[in-house]
């Protein structure tokens, strides 16, 4: 949720999930619960305890292959269901390609809309016979605050920044500097970071009205409202195939 409470997450999910049980008529009792990692979405959707989960890309590639889950829905945000990754460097320091991350610093963007960032720059390391981020670069830090991962990049106290295209632009616009300044060293693929999907045993009827309410999401204050907890304009639902180039980046990594 980057920088949103946790219990304001499940507050807002909450309140949304009433709102739509009520305008559609469905007898429910809205639970959210925040789980850690893949095998413990797994554990809560196998027993039936949880019908329907957000998840990141990765997460999804593991629960899949044990539980089945349709339909899936993506985050809009800005037109755009995917997410494009930079690596960012000082145009005046040292770092003119991936392989020179070697012992220098580094600063990574905490968002689940960067929840493939760290296996594709990871991937290109050891495309080049090198070790992972964790092993090959110097000091590693996390900030869920964009500005705190761009700025120590533009003034010069840390090497290299890695963020979303659209985090960039976004800095770029406040401050023109920062497109001088810094430069793109590396792009990944378009990945579509997370997802939203029920299990595919959940009850027809009510899921059928609990999607409806996924599409109408954008219209109502309830909705807009977890929309904001999600960094989201609005769901679309797609096949599973949208998600093809994060499962290819895993399955090469």
């Known amino acids: 949720f980057g920088e949103i409470n946790a219990n304001d997450a499940k507050a807002s999910i909450k309140a949304w999930v009433e709102t739509v049980a009520k305008e559609r008529g469905i ?10 990692g893949a095998a413990a ?13 957000s998840m990141t890309a990765d997460e999804f590639a593991d629960v899949s292959r044990e539980i089945p889950l349709a339909p899936i829905f993506v985050s809009v945000l ?24 070697g012992g220098r610093s580094l600063v990574l963007f905490q968002n689940p809309r960067t929840s493939m960032a760290g296996v594709w ?12 981020t964790a092993e090959y670069c110097g000091r590693i830090t996390q900030a869920a605050k964009l500005s705190k991962v761009v700025l120590p990049v533009f003034f010069r106290q840390s090497d290299a ?11 770029s616009e406040l401050n023109p ?30 899921k059928n009205k609990l999607v409806a309410g996924l599409l109408d999401l954008h219209t109502t204050p309830a909705g807009q409202q977890v929309l904001t907890v999600f960094q989201s304009d609005k769901l679309e639902q797609r096949p599973v195939s949208c998600l093809e180039s994060a499962l290819q980046l895993l399955a090469n990594y």
Do not use: W
Request: aromatic share 4%; charged share 25%.
């Open 27 to 36: 007898a429910t009792d809205p639970d959210p619960a925040i789980l850690e």
């Open 41 to 53: 979405l797994a554990g809560v959707l196998r027993s039936n305890l949880v019908d329907a989960a």
């Open 78 to 101: 800005g037109g755009r269901i995917s997410e494009e990754y930079v690596l960012l460097a000082h145009r005046d320091g040292a770092i003119k390609a991936v392989r020179d991350l």
């Open 121 to 132: 720059i990871d991937s290109l390391l050891l495309q080049e016979g090198l070790k992972p």
């Open 161 to 171: 920044c890695l963020v979303t295209r659209r985090g960039f632009e976004t800095m």
């Open 177 to 206: 500097q920062v497109a001088r300044q810094l430069k793109v060293v590396a792009v990944s693929p378009e990945v579509v970071p997370t997802v939203f999907c029920f299990r595919a045993s959940y009850n027809p009827k009510i």
